[in-house]
């Protein structure tokens, strides 16, 4: 790889090797040691083409999902079974592996840019900005930009738009599906809100058991099915259906919610 490489976005190919090998550095213990990471579907991960494959997830916090997804990836294509053991996989990771952010997260601070550099696809939310409900177009750079990605390579997406559990998934996800006929893999995530905190930079409580349960792709009718059925697949898949609600109840899932803020609230004071 030469030095001045550049993927389609014109970020710099050594730069961005080097920025994920320093934050996979920084981030493999809160995986590895101070909580435990349970991964099934490596097999699947070896098995996908090299690009236009859409990874769907339920989304728990803004970056230790993803980060988590990077290691995951980059090892089970370096061979392990399920495991991040021995960080050696990322000295040589999938550069063209990208996810999708909020573009307003993605400019907050210098960490957030160095985190867009190493692979985000940065949107416009068209739903929410500034911590206030706004109702705009989608930019169809944005679409286009996914579609780039997914030219090039792997994309992440959490298609629920937010951290909070049981929210519908939103319209554009089966949009870009049908337009782009990408193969889609569904992941399954847990364990991550009881661990960090809500952005996942912070470790909130140790020894919790994490899980990453990785899908067999979709079987989708890219020409005929309707961006509603998408939809339902999707949700069924990442376990975000509403039917789910019938097995955590409302009133479990809400004192389940209290418990995070008050774990929140213990560890924010000295």
């Known amino acids: 790889m030469g030095l001045f ?19 996979a550095v920084l981030s493999h213990q809160r995986y590895k040691r101070f909580n435990k990471l349970e991964i099934e579907g490596s097999d699947i991960i070896r098995n996908l083409p090299g690009n236009n494959v859409l990874f769907v997830s339920n989304h728990q916090t803004y970056f230790a999902d993803v980060v988590a997804m990077f290691h995951v990836f980059n090892a089970s294509l370096s061979g392990r079974e399920n495991s991040i ?3 050696g996989y990322i000295w040589q990771p999938k550069l063209n592996m ?23 696809i940065s949107v416009e939310r068209t739903w929410r900005s500034q911590g206030k409900d706004v109702n705009r177009q989608v930019k169809m750079s944005d679409i286009s930009n996914i579609g780039k990605a997914l030219d090039d390579g792997w994309v992440i997406t959490f298609p629920q738009g937010t951290t909070t559990p049981w929210k519908p998934i939103r319209k554009g996800t089966a949009h870009i599906i ?9 992941v399954v995530i ?8 809500k952005k996942g930079l912070q470790i909130k409580k140790k020894g919790i058991l994490q899980s990453m349960v990785i899908k067999e792709p979709l079987d989708i009718d890219y020409e005929n099915e309707s961006t509603d059925s998408i939809i339902e697949k999707l949700e069924y898949a990442i376990e975000q ?14 004192a389940y919610e209290e418990a995070n803020k008050a774990r929140k609230f213990r560890n924010s004071n000295p």
Do not use: C, Q
């Open 5 to 23: 490489k550049k993927n389609p976005f014109g970020h710099n190919l050594f730069i961005k090797k080097w920025l994920i090998r320093i934050l």
């Open 85 to 87: 053991k021995n960080l």
């Open 98 to 120: 990208y996810y999708v952010a909020a573009a307003e997260t993605m400019r907050k601070s210098l960490l957030t840019k160095i985190m867009a550099y190493a692979g985000s």
């Open 178 to 186: 049908k337009k782009y006929r990408p193969i889609v893999v569904p």
């Open 190 to 197: 847990d364990g991550f809100r009881r661990s960090f905190d």
């Open 241 to 254: 259906h509403p039917s789910f609600l019938k097995v955590i109840s409302k009133k479990d899932l809400l």
